[in-house]
T-cell receptor
Framework: GESVGLHLPTLSVQEGDNSIINCAYSNSASDYFIWYKQESGKGPQFIIDIRSNMDKRQGQRVTVLLNKTVKHLSLQIAATQPGDSAVYFCAENKAGTALIFGKGTTLSVSS | DGGITQSPKYLFRKEGQNVTLSCEQN?????MYWYRQDPGQGLRLIYY???????QKGDIAEGYSVSREKKESFPLTVTSAQKNPTAFYLC?????????????FGPGTRLTVL
């Protein structure tokens, strides 16, 4: 069936490094993609989104890249901080369907 | 303070009992959703509702029931028919129905079956 997955379940980085979290999606008809951050015991928080008519979108310290040719989505976090430690989920959908979530990547930032 | 609230934060249930999880939003959003999250897993859709008095099953609806009598409320009942109910339950909402909109999540309810 359709699924969204992340390449790595865990990622460990040093404070100040840039982090890249990857996600592969299987539905070429998807036209909306979101990254969420989830801290332990809390609900997911919206980070950034991108629609299929774009390749790149930047927010504050975060950038999302979309490569529709290979159905790949990535989240780049600049100057990673300890407060960025969390589980990051990508999600996708197309209009008229519910979001499909990946399994998540746990980002650990050490000082 | 606008947002989505879920209560209680922690819930314990004896096997064989039904239990209802609350989800309320004051964002005036049309659509609401319930997800289940298991350790190390992504979110799986249980039920969703795009308008009042209407709802649809998600991927794992068996053993659950919902109602949508008011726009701001979407309670989830975990019935005794749900064989493995221990999980973290998340409620979400979007401004309009199923569409390419950002979902806003509540803080979650952790249900433990004793």
């Amino acid at each position: 069936g359709e699924s969204v997955g992340l390449h790595l379940p865990t990622l460990s980085v040093q404070e100040g490094d840039n982090s890249i979290i990857n996600c592969a999606y299987s539905n070429s008809a998807s036209d909306y993609f979101i990254w969420y951050k989830q801290e332990s015991g809390k609900g997911p928080q919206f980070i950034i989104d991108i629609r299929s008519n774009m390749d790149k979108r930047q927010g504050q310290r975060v950038t999302v890249l979309l490569n529709k040719t290979v159905k790949h989505l990535s989240l780049q976090i600049a100057a990673t901080q300890p407060g960025d430690s969390a589980v990051y989920f990508c999600a996708e959908n197309k209009a008229g369907t519910a979001l499909i979530f990946g399994k998540g990547t746990t980002l650990s930032v050490s000082s | 303070d606008g947002g989505i609230t879920q209560s209680p934060k922690y819930l314990f249930r004896k096997e064989g009992q039904n239990v209802t999880l609350s989800c309320e939003q004051n964002l005036n959003h049309d659509a609401m959703y319930w997800y289940r999250q298991d350790p190390g897993q992504g979110l799986r859709l249980i039920y969703y509702s795009q308008i009042v008095n209407d709802f649809q099953k998600g991927d794992i609806a068996e053993g659950y029931s919902v109602s949508r009598e008011k726009k701001e409320s979407f309670p989830l009942t975990v019935t005794s028919a749900q064989k493995n109910p221990t999980a973290f339950y998340l409620c979400a909402s979007t401004p309009t129905g199923i569409s390419t909109d950002t979902q806003y999540f509540g803080p979650g309810t952790r249900l433990t079956v004793l």
